[in-house]
Every structure is written in C-alpha cells, then in structure tokens.
Nanobody, 126 residues
Framework: QVQVVESGGGQVQAGGSLRLSCTAS????????MGWFRQPVGKEREFVAA????????YYADSVKGRFTISRDNAKNTVYLQMNNLKPEDTAVYYC???????????????????WGQGTQVTVSS
C-alpha cells in the first residue's frame, strides 16, 4: 500500500505562484510514475502533469504548458508541481497520484494510477 499526501494549496491572486508538494511512501518511490490531476467544482477530474520513470520525461496538459513544472526529489520521496502565472481557471482541487511498477503506458490518464492523495485546494482570484 502506498500512501500519498499532498500539501501546498491555498489562495492566490491571478498572476501569482504556488508550489504543490506530494509525498508518497515506499522504498521504491524512484521507480513510480507520478502524476498531478485537478478537478474544478462541477467538472470531471483532468490531467495536469506527469513525470515518468526511469527517463524523467515530463508531460503537461496544453492548458498549463509553459506555466507549470513537475519535478521530483527521489531522496525525499516527493514530487512537486510549481505553478506560475496562475489564472482563475486553474482553480480546482489538485490531486497527486502514484503509479508503482508495473507501470501504466498511458501516463496522462487516471486509470494508470493506483494510489491517490486526498487533494489540496487551489483557488485563484481575479
């Protein structure tokens, strides 16, 4: 069982920045694919960003490319989502997800991930 815990959400004005953190348990964290998803009120959960093992390749939704950056620190079992130039439409609950081996092929879909955090609220005001 992998425990996933997000932190770092909050309220910020448009144009501001936030950094979300996600810690996942397990000695094999470095071998997990890790992803961030978000769910605005009344809408479906959507892909935001992911980072693949072992290549470290990163993937982003078109809506956040150039503004968000996903990274990981395997020594700390932590993945980060740096969010810059935030917009009101980025307001959502943000979820971190872990995909331990055997790894899913479609890194940008919810179904590839086995473990999820409880979510952290990000609110961007105009």
């Amino acid at each position: 069982q992998v425990q996933v815990v997000e932190s770092g959400g909050g309220q910020v004005q448009a144009g501001g920045s936030l950094r979300l953190s996600c810690t996942a348990s397990g000695r094999a964290f470095s071998t997990y694919n890790m992803g961030w998803f978000r769910q605005p009120v009344g809408k479906e959960r959507e892909f935001v960003a992911a980072i693949r093992w072992p290549s470290g390749s990163t993937y982003y939704a078109d809506s956040v490319k150039g503004r968000f950056t996903i990274s990981r620190d395997n020594a700390k079992n932590t993945v980060y989502l740096q969010m810059n130039n935030l917009k009101p439409e980025d307001t959502a609950v943000y979820y971190c997800a872990a995909d331990p081996p055997p790894l899913g092929q479609t890194i940008a879909t919810m179904f590839s991930y086995d473990y999820w955090g409880q979510g952290t609220q990000v609110t961007v005001s105009s």
